[in-house]
C-alpha cells in the first residue's frame, strides 16, 4: 500500500480523538504514514481500552502522543502547544487538525418536573463544540506550527438545520462551527489554510447514544438511506483522509455530508 504521507514529518492534531470519528480519523491518517497527536478528556476507568486503540496507531509505525486533559482551558492548550514545538523541532508540522468534540447539553426546552435548558448548558456547548475550533486553530497559527498547505476538518450533523427533540443546544453549537468553519476558510486562506466540516450521517457512536431517542434516529435512517445503513466512523475517517490529500487543496470553506445520500431522502 502507498502511504500518502510517509516522511513528510507531517502530523495530525485530533480534539477529540479517543472514540468515534476522531479516532477512526487517527488510524487512517496513520496508516498512511502522518504522525498523530490525540487530546481527549477521559476517565481512568476507561484508560485500559483507549490505550489499546492507541497502540494500533503506534504499531502503524508512525509518531503517536496522547494527551489526556481538558482541550477548553487556555493554559492546558499552551502547553500543549509549546510541547508539540519540541517534539517537531525544525521539521514537523501539522497538515490536519480535526475537529471531534462532544461535549454537549441534551436537555430538553420544556420539561416537567425534571432539569431543562438554560443559558448557560447553551453557552458550555456551543464553547466546547465550536467556538474551541477557533481556540485551537489560532493557538496552532500563532505558534507556527501549521504546515504550509494545512487543512481543519470539523464534524456537523444534519441537526444544524432540523430540529430534534432535546438537540436545540448541540443544533446551535452545529450552526456556530458551520459559521466558524467558513470564516477560518476565508481569513486564514491566504497562510495556506484550508478548512471544511464534513455532516456525517448517523453514525452509532457513543454520542449518538447519548442523544435520547437514539434508537428511533436510527431506525429511521436506515430507511431513507439509499444504502440502507448506517454511516460507519471508517466512512467518514475516508473523508478526512481525502480532504488530507495535495489534491483536495480546492476544497475550502464547504459543508461535505459524508452519509451515502441519506441527507437526498
Known sequence: MVKEFQNKNYWALI???????????????????????????????QEEEIH??????????VQFKSFNVDAFK???????????????????????????????NLKPMVSEGGPSLKNDDFNLTINAMA??????????????LFAKDA???SFTSEGNTKAWKNYAAVSAAKVTLEAITR????EFAPFGIRANCIQAGVTDTASLRMIPGSDTIKEHSLKRNPFNRLTQPEDVANAVFLLSKDEASWINGCVIPVDGGEHIS
Open 15 to 45: 480534539l477529540g480523538g479517543s472514540s468515534g470519528l476522531g479516532l477512526a480519523s487517527a488510524k487512517k491518517l496513520a496508516k498512511h504514514g502522518m504522525h498523530i497527536c490525540i487530546i481527549h478528556r477521559n476517565s481512568r476507568a
Open 131 to 144: 467556538i474551541s475550533l477557533y481556540d485551537w486553530t489560532k493557538a496552532v497559527f500563532n505558534g507556527e
Open 151 to 153: 487543512r481543519i476538518v
Open 183 to 186: 470564516n477560518i476558510a476565508l
Open 52 to 61: 489499546i486503540e492507541f497502540d494500533k496507531i503506534r504499531a502503524e509505525g
Open 74 to 104: 487556555p493554559e492546558k492548550r499552551d502547553h500543549i502547544i509549546s510541547e508539540l514545538k519540541d517534539i517537531f523541532g525544525s521539521q514537523g508540522t501539522i497538515r490536519t487538525l480535526v475537529h471531534s468534540v462532544a461535549k454537549g
